[in-house]
């Protein structure tokens, strides 16, 4: 019997099957309409990313009047980050291939935040060594996918607290502990870095204002789990002096398992594309992976497919259907049977393979300015 509990989504947990509909309710988030759509195509210039054309990015606080604000001449910046565990994942490139496609329409900076400090008190299990190694690997696969380095900074929270620090000083006044164990279920067993750390997550959407001595408004592109921190960050960002952070969701993608959203959590299985996959691997995983497919070539002849729950049909939804033409061509011959599981995996595979030697090229490239992008200085005294 459905129940109200039959889907679980915050910073720390992602499980059941989850209706987006009824999470922007719970979250009481907005919807991303197609007028809005339209207005954020044209002032791009013309052009829609994928992630928002296939609806992969569904839901918002306060986009249209961020954009607004660009139109009447307010720029603002972006900043998203990782938490470093493990590789990533094809999945985690979904909120930086947003960032990266707005950077390059809208020319604005990026602050990307490596929470090596919140991983180390949030999984056990794991050395501040192994974290501080994968906090640099994620770094140079975010940058490489194509970020400017004139526009683009790093906190990585371990090296940078000098930089942080002075304004999560006045950030973790504002926040009681009452609203961060209401909002993440802390108990008392919660290490207190955990308690402190969603200040240190707040304070890079506030940070360019800080610097420049005026208001800067920040866009967040993020998976919809991320979203209670920001809550937090909005509530306080107004007695700080301070915008509130406008945000964008994206749904999560799921894994190729077909159960749950792709993740790092529990190994690196089956369920996840990782960059530093072998060929090998990509082909063995792309083969294995759940479909929405029928049970014989004769009924999905006959019925079709059903794509929307089919992990492949979601990898060619994110990037690797290169053109919304290519997409659409997929989605129909998988409805209508003219297209087969086998094949439609061959063609996809056919996009992957290329698509991680290219990246593979260009994280090399990134590590010659990592380092240099990484901010270990406070702008000024407070
Ligand atoms: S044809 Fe492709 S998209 Fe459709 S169910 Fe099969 S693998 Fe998935």
Redesign the pocket.
Known sequence: MPDKEEFVVTPYEVRGKIDYNRLREQFGTQEITPELLARFQSLAGGSLSPLLARGIYYSHRDLGTLLEGWAKGTPFFLYSGRGPSGPLHTSHLVQFELCRWIQERFHVPMYIQITDDEKFWARAGLSREEITRWGLENLYDILALGFDPKLTRVFFDSRSIAALYPLAIRVARKIPYSTVKAVFGFDPSTNIGLVFYTALQTVPCFWPSWAEGRSVPCLIPCGVDQDPHFRVTRDIAEGLGYPKPALVHSQMIPALSGEGAMSTTGGPGDGALFLNDPPTAIDRKIRN?F???RATVEE?RRLG???E?????AL?RTRFAETQAKFEE??A???SGS???G???SS?LERIHPFLRAHAEARERAKTWAESAIVTEAPRPI
Request: with cysteine.
């Open positions: 992976a479909t929405g497919g999905q497919a059903t794509p729950i089919c992990s492949i049909w060619w997929v989605t011959g998988c409805r297209l087969l599981c094949e439609c995996k996809l």
